[in-house]
């Protein structure tokens, strides 16, 4: 059936959405010969942080992957395919909207956080050619309906969930999932778990890397750096993170195999010669206790240095003998979450640590001579300042800790700023009947700290301090490393 609606000889099929779900806004006219399978224009964005031209270059700028391998599958369908990174590129709202008219596409595919829906908005209200845009991220099975208010008169599908096989069936209009929900001109579709869509298997998708034009980058550690996903899906369940997996179990979690990550890693060696070290970007390469002799062997067999995110309880109870190992692996950094400092606040976000003793872990990791990078959340809901006091002690003890062993402790601190789909942000706004207040740039955080301004967002204020003291401790973690984070 696919191949006959790609050929359809030589007829002009012209499609009208609001005649039923299985039709496209008329704007589009699809014009197919014989023997010739129709290659559309779609413009892939990888949405801005910012609604102006950012100028900020004191951060490192992660790739846009996931969407990289939808770009990736859509190009290999004979696509003509071209792919803009906003944030790498630190371009604005209104060159996005210039670019969109210019380049006239058929399809636009952007992705959509909380931090920056006014802005995905913005653009997508703003374009008056006739395109079909085609938004996806964590957040739309949270979103999908206020998207649905829009002021414009192009079509819009939301996606929820793998994009690599849906989004070419949303192009060619051969689509055999019907949308979980319809509204006039927009549909939104969950790809979970049970969705023909789903990539059961995401050892074999492939990645085109020459989309992610602003990679390698220099990293931290002076190291020429690529990023690298493994896995998708979180088996933790941080109450402040849309990831969460009881907010997500209809997505089935998935890991690449051992095997598929060292080819990658050699693909990497040869594309990329000058390349030293690899950055690993999801949750679960070191999801435990049992994943780090697997990596020590993935990382064994190449010559680069590798940072991870990483979690506390991998590391409980493991020998120091293996976290020797791990360094002579490569491993010179790991990303943890620590969040705070108060036993109180780390109950309520679902992060609680009383079954291990994180200085102690911390003390051995270091020991090691691996570094880390420790990530802070301050201003939870209902945080006092004596707790805010806790995280920043806890955060100079670690500090001190990495000094004595001769290691690093680097620190990066957030203002919380409740995500959709979150259980935090279902607890606030619950029972609210006002509109939720929209996360924007935190701009007296950036002018205090001076810099670092695409971490600095707010909702508002949901601790018990007020925002002065609130932003002093956030200022005083991160001066524990003098902004280098």
């Known amino acids: 059936m696919q191949l006959f609606n790609k050929y359809l000889y030589g007829i002009l099929l012209i499609y009208n959405f609001r005649a039923g779900w299985r039709f496209w806004d008329n704007s589009i006219n699809y014009q197919l010969n014989v023997g010739r399978i129709v290659k559309y224009k779609i413009l892939f964005i990888n949405s801005p942080l910012f609604m102006a031209e950012s100028k900020d270059n004191s951060e490192d700028k992660l790739p846009p992957i996931g969407l990289g391998y939808i770009a990736t599958s859509i190009s290999n369908n004979g696509h003509d395919v071209e792919f803009l990174d906003a944030v790498s590129g630190?371009?604005?709202?209104?060159?996005?909207?210039?670019?969109?008219?210019?380049?006239?596409?058929?399809?636009?595919?952007?992705?959509?956080?909380?931090?920056?829906?006014?802005?995905?908005?913005?653009?997508?209200?703003?374009?008056?050619?006739?395109?079909?845009?085609?938004?996806?991220?964590?957040?739309?099975?949270?979103?999908?309906?206020?998207?649905?208010?829009?002021?414009?008169?192009?079509?819009?599908?939301?996606?929820?969930?793998?994009?690599?096989?849906?989004?070419?069936?949303?192009?060619?209009?051969?689509?055999?999932?019907?949308?979980?929900?319809?509204?006039?001109?927009?549909?939104?579709?969950?790809?979970?778990?049970?969705?023909?869509?789903?990539?059961?298997?995401?050892?074999?998708?492939?990645?085109?890397?020459?989309?992610?034009?602003?990679?390698?980058?220099?990293?931290?550690?002076?190291d020429i750096e690529i990023s690298v996903v493994t896995s998708r899906g979180c088996i933790h369940d941080c109450a402040f993170c849309s990831a969460a997996r009881s907010m997500n179990r209809e997505i089935k979690i998935r890991k690449k195999q051992k095997e598929s990550i060292k080819n990658e890693l050699k693909q990497i060696s040869t594309m990329y010669p000058n390349v030293t070290a690899i950055r690993i970007l999801d949750d679960l390469f070191l999801k435990n206790r049992q994943s780090l002799p697997e990596a020590i062997e993935i990382f064994s067999e190449t010559h680069y240095n590798w940072r991870s995110m990483a979690h506390l309880k991998t590391f409980k109870g493991v020998d120091q003998n293996l976290l020797i190992e791990l360094k002579k692996s490569g491993c010179i950094e790991l990303f943890i979450g620590i969040e705070s400092g108060s036993d109180r606040v780390l109950k309520i976000i679902n992060k609680e640590r009383a079954d291990i003793d994180t200085l102690a872990i911390l003390h051995n990791i270091f020991k090691a001579q691996i570094g880390v990078k420790g990530y802070f959340i301050l201003g939870m809901p209902s945080e006092t300042e004596a707790e805010l006091i806790e995280t920043y002690e806890f955060a100079k003890k670690i500090k001190n800790i990495s000094i004595e062993t001769g290691s690093c402790f680097r620190v990066s601190a957030f203002q919380f700023r409740p995500y959709h789909g979150t259980k935090i942000y279902n607890h606030l706004f619950a029972e609210s009947s006002e509109d939720n207040p929209s996360i924007t740039q935190n701009i007296n955080l950036t002018k205090l700290i001076g810099g670092r301004s695409g971490f600095n967002f707010s909702s508002g204020n949901y601790s018990e301090c007020n925002e002065k003291t609130l932003l002093k401790y956030i200022k005083s973690i991160l001066d524990l490393n003098n902004f280098q984070v």
């Open 90 to 222: 630190e371009i604005g709202v209104k060159r996005i909207i210039e670019k969109i008219k210019s380049a006239n596409p058929d399809f636009v595919a952007i992705n959509i956080f909380s931090t920056n829906y006014e802005l995905v908005k913005k653009i997508v209200t703003s374009v008056d050619i006739k395109v079909n845009f085609i938004i996806g991220g964590i957040v739309t099975k949270s979103i999908y309906k206020l998207i649905n208010d829009w002021d414009t008169d192009n079509h819009i599908d939301i996606v929820f969930g793998d994009g690599e096989l849906i989004t070419e069936g949303i192009i060619n209009n051969n689509l055999i999932q019907e949308p979980d929900a319809i509204a006039d001109n927009r549909r939104f579709f969950l790809v979970d778990s049970k969705s023909p869509y789903f990539v059961q298997n995401i050892s074999n998708l492939p990645l085109n890397r020459s989309f992610f034009e602003y990679e390698p980058i220099f990293n931290h550690h002076g």
